[in-house]
């Protein structure tokens, strides 16, 4: 019926809809004027059975529901995914707490359901996904703390050197007992910013066994710096791996009568909504999260349109300098 309506052929509409870059400007707009007065939308199903596509990209994230909605981190990737999908014909699923049930996320996967998988908030001991890579393009927020047989392709950011960044910040200003608040050692950035702030420490000759750990939410965060507290009282400084955890330890400083920054200096990882809101405005390590949310989604794509592409990507991260530390 386009085709009646525009006075060309068949071949001639789809390759106007898969925009082709063969037909004139003329007929481009003489077909597009058809499938506007006609309310012409392509059959999905039958565009996937021809190019054996879904146009479908699943985001998976192996986290409770309200750890996700809790955490300013994962709705800033997920709009960096959304914001370069946008231009193009994917359409995004999200995978919720995928190891509660891994055979049924990984039949899923597996199923000719989606073109690819993005997977980010990565535990050591997830299984969903494991082992995907060579039938399914897969991307990770972060690389992967377990060896594949496969080498995967991820986006990363500098965790280690963020860490690093925030303890010689925190040294330059004149503190010598420094804690972390470390995050989970399963997933990427709890290991890598922990590795980062010990590796400054020890080069410094300093203490470096004034280690906590939390899951990144405030209540641990919290908890971990009772804990800090009571093994040394003396402590001078805490660098949290993330945000909500320095917020948690903020509290717990408080309850024990220190001031932020005259008694502990303190410095998070994020900056996000828990960084500038919280009172004094503290003191963290910029992530790039909207850009890394670009980054996989450009590089999945790529990936699954067989386009050249780079294997791995880490951005750098940038200390932002407030009124904790």
Do not use: C
Not at 302 to 311: K, N, S, V
């Amino acid at each position: 019926m386009v085709a009646a309506q525009a006075g060309v052929s068949r071949a001639t509409v789809s390759r106007v809809v898969n925009g082709s870059p063969t037909v004139t400007p003329e007929i481009v707009e003489s077909v597009n004027r058809a499938i506007a007065e006609l309310n012409y939308v392509p059959n999905r199903a039958a565009r996937m059975l021809a190019s054996r596509r879904t146009q479908v990209i699943a985001l998976i994230v192996p986290e409770s529901s309200a750890k996700i909605f809790a955490d300013p981190f994962f709705a800033q990737l997920v709009q960096g995914v959304a914001l370069h999908l946008a231009d193009t014909e994917y359409m995004l699923n999200m995978l919720i707490e995928s190891e509660a049930n891994s055979g049924k996320t990984r039949r899923y996967l597996l199923g000719g359901n989606v073109d690819g998988a993005l997977v980010v908030s990565h535990h050591a001991g997830d299984h969903s996904y494991a082992q995907l890579n060579g039938t399914l393009p897969v991307v990770y927020g972060g690389r992967p703390l377990v060896p594949e047989d496969n080498e995967p392709y991820f986006v990363d950011v500098d965790n280690r050197g963020g860490a690093a960044a925030a303890t010689e910040h925190l040294i330059g200003s004149g503190r010598r007992r420094i804690a972390t608040i470390a995050g989970p050692q399963d997933m990427p950035p709890g290991f890598d910013r922990l590795d980062g702030w010990r590796g400054v420490m020890r080069a410094n000759g300093l203490d470096d066994s004034l280690v906590a750990r939390g899951d990144f939410t405030v209540a641990s965060g919290a908890e971990a710096m009772r804990g800090l507290l009571e093994r040394e009282p003396g402590i001078d400084a805490v660098f949290a791996a993330n945000d909500q955890m320095a917020v948690g330890a903020y509290q717990a400083l408080a309850e024990s009568g220190r001031q932020v920054p005259g008694d502990v200096a303190v410095i998070g990882f994020d900056d996000n909504s828990f960084a500038e809101t919280a009172s004094p405005a503290l003191t963290t390590v910029s992530q790039p999260a909207v850009g890394m949310g670009q980054a996989m989604a450009e590089l999945l794509v790529q990936i699954i349109e067989g386009r050249p592409h780079q294997d791995h990507l880490v951005l750098p991260t940038t200390l932002v300098r407030r009124a904790s530390a």
